[in-house]
């Protein structure tokens, strides 16, 4: 993993390219039947492998493709990786066999104890998966609770609860299928600096569901993906989440995510070679947001609070080829009821 020293070199060098970073979707339900807001139809799914078919982007298996992104390996190799949360029961009846057929890779987070309750895979067809070339199962908790500490919990409480369903999940996933992968996924997507800690001892990587790609100056516990359901992952805009590129942020300058103030404000630094300029920022639900720039760094307060508990900050930044730089910050507002 690259030091912080060597990634503010990298940073201070940086120059835009055509090089890659390593792109991953996210998807829960693949059914034309589930709650909208998780589901990505099927025709759509068959429609989204139909885009990477043809823009010849390489689909690999997810940790080996992170760890490359990470330490700058992947130079102008297109990559993309597949992950599925939940373990949904359309996931095994229309997502795999159309990923079987075209051989690609991809990635099951799994909740533990819900795998053989009504509408999820059971334990013998995740072993099924399993026994596949380039298929990784992986750990999404053992109960899919909220994990960042909640204001009344005290840190005593938040640990034992966050570890026992950490570690049991794990455990659970090595009695049941022998395996043992360093990755997990926040169930909801939701983290703070505390649980990331947890995942940092496990040796673990973590992925959000804020978008984006994963490059050099990614955080190796708040992974991005792009969530992949009909609302976000249709085709006249999938193209440029297809190609996108970690834009070149230093992942430890971000803050928390917890918030303290509605709405909050975000800082980052960027390197001379990107314009501001030509930089572009959203809210979530309020469109495009404005921002102050300050030498190197860019400042950012969405003009209206929000009422949801997740939301975010989005900004991107043309790069040469055509593509999109891409950053975004997740925020959580504990104030508000978990789901």
């Known amino acids: 993993m690259m030091t912080r020293s060597l990634l503010m070199a990298s940073l201070a060098g940086f120059a835009l390219s055509a090089k890659a970073d390593l792109v991953v979707l996210q998807y829960h339900h693949v059914s034309d039947s589930t709650p ?29 493709g992170t760890r490359a992104a990470l330490n700058g390996k992947l ?19 229309s997502a795999i066999p159309e990923l079987d057929k075209r051989g690609y890779p991809y990635t099951i987070f799994v909740n533990t104890n819900a795998i053989g309750s009504h509408g999820y895979m059971t334990w013998d067809q995740l072993a ?16 899919h609770g909220h994990l960042a500490r909640r204001p009344d919990e005290s840190k005593a409480a938040w640990a034992q609860r966050v570890e026992s369903s950490l570690d049991t999940a794990q455990e659970t996933l090595a009695d049941r299928l022998g395996i043992d992968v360093p990755m997990f996924a926040y169930p909801y997507g939701e983290f703070d600096e505390a649980l990331e800690g947890k995942i940092t001892e496990r040796g673990w990587l973590g992925y959000g569901q804020q978008s984006g790609a994963i490059g050099a100056t990614s955080g190796a ?39 303290e103030e509605n709405p909050p404000t975000l800082s980052f630094t960027v390197p001379e070679s990107i314009s501001t300029g030509r930089l572009t920022c959203f809210a979530s639900g309020q469109g495009r947001v404005d921002f102050e720039v ?12 929000f009422n949801s508990r997740r939301f975010r900050y989005n900004c991107t930044h043309p790069a040469p080829d055509g593509s999109f730089y891409w950053l975004s910050q997740q925020w959580l507002d504990l104030s508000k009821p978990e789901d």
Not at 36 to 63: A, W, Y
Not at 244 to 251: F, G, N, Q, R, T
Not at 294 to 305: E, N, Y
């Open 36 to 64: 909208p807001s998780t589901s990505t139809s099927v025709s759509l799914f068959e429609g989204q492998m139909d885009m990477i078919d043809e823009l010849g982007i390489e689909v690999v298996p997810l940790e080996s």
């Open 75 to 93: 130079h102008d190799r297109k990559q993309l990786a597949i992950t599925f949360d939940d373990a949904y029961e359309s996931v095994y009846s």
């Open 128 to 143: 099924e998966v399993r026994d596949k070339d380039s298929v990784t199962i992986a750990n999404h908790s053992e109960d």
């Open 221 to 259: 516990t708040r992974l991005p993906r792009f969530p992949m359901a009909n609302a976000y992952g249709q085709l006249n805009s999938l193209e440029n989440k297809l190609r996108s590129k970690a834009l070149p942020v230093d992942a430890n300058e971000l803050p928390d995510g917890v918030i």
């Open 294 to 305: 300050s030498g190197d760094q860019v400042m950012l307060k969405a003009p209206d609070s």
